[in-house]
């Protein structure tokens, strides 16, 4: 049996957070706000990678739209 991993401090935060009776409104805009924080980060390093990389919106439009096409060859 593995032992349980300590909870990360964002989780015991969040405890704390959910101790409290919050409407069902305030909960989803918590979990909106939360989403859209993480959406923020994901953003940024995106951004920071096509910098980086020399990338376009273009390319990235582009590799959206390829397709793989990889034979079955069983």
């Given at each position: 049996m593995q032992a349980a991993k300590p909870m990360s401090?964002?989780?015991?935060e969040l405890l704390k957070l959910y101790a409290n009776d919050v409407p069902d409104e305030q909960l989803?805009?918590?979990k909106l706000?939360?989403?859209h924080?993480?959406?923020d980060k994901a953003t940024?390093?995106?951004d920071e990678f096509m910098a980086e990389k020399g990338l376009t919106e273009k390319d990235m439009i582009k590799w959206a739209n390829e397709h793989d096409r990889h034979e079955d060859r069983s």
């Open positions: 401090n964002v989780q015991l989803l805009e918590i706000l939360l989403g924080y993480f959406a940024a390093l995106m």
